[in-house]
């Protein structure tokens, strides 16, 4: 469906749903650093981040901090909304963090085409741990 120029426009500053992640999962770090062929010890051995001076967790990859982005978009706008995603990594999410994505509307990119730009983060408490943009293709205005 078509949307236009008004209907575009009452999303600008709109907030998009925010997707909680309640604990940071260390088994899941340790099964990524596999997939990844990861042996970086950071994710998957907490003696090596002691010996490190990094504290006693684990810290979780930039991939897994990303799909949790990618996922609080694809939960607003469908699987096939995502056009374009930059993201800076500002600080490392340790095992059972707390962390939620979220974001919100900032520019209507292209009203013919549904195309709006969004701010984007990950955040552990009022700490910002991932920012960034997303090029967002609106299916839904919900």
């Not at 925010?18 to 010890?41: F, G, H, S, W």
């Not at 730009?117 to 839904?140: D, H, M, P, Q, Y």
Request: charged content about 25%; overall charge neutral.
């Amino acid at each position: 469906m078509e949307k236009t120029v008004i209907q575009m426009e009452a999303l600008l500053g709109k907030t998009i749903p925010n997707l909680e992640i309640p604990t940071v999962d260390e088994q899941r770090m340790k099964t990524m650093a596999a997939l990844l062929r990861d042996p970086y010890p950071v994710h998957w051995d907490k003696d090596a981040n002691k010996v490190l001076g990094i504290g006693e967790k684990v810290i979780n990859q930039g991939p897994l901090n990303l799909s949790y982005i990618v996922n609080m978009l694809i939960h607003w706008q469908g699987p096939t909304c995502i056009r374009r995603l930059k993201a800076k990594f500002l600080k490392p999410v340790f095992g059972g963090d707390n962390v939620v994505a979220g974001g919100k509307v900032i520019e209507i990119i292209d009203s013919s085409s549904s195309r709006v730009l969004c701010e984007i983060w990950l955040k552990r408490g009022n700490e910002t741990v991932l920012s960034g943009e997303a090029e967002v293709t609106i299916t839904n205005q919900e």
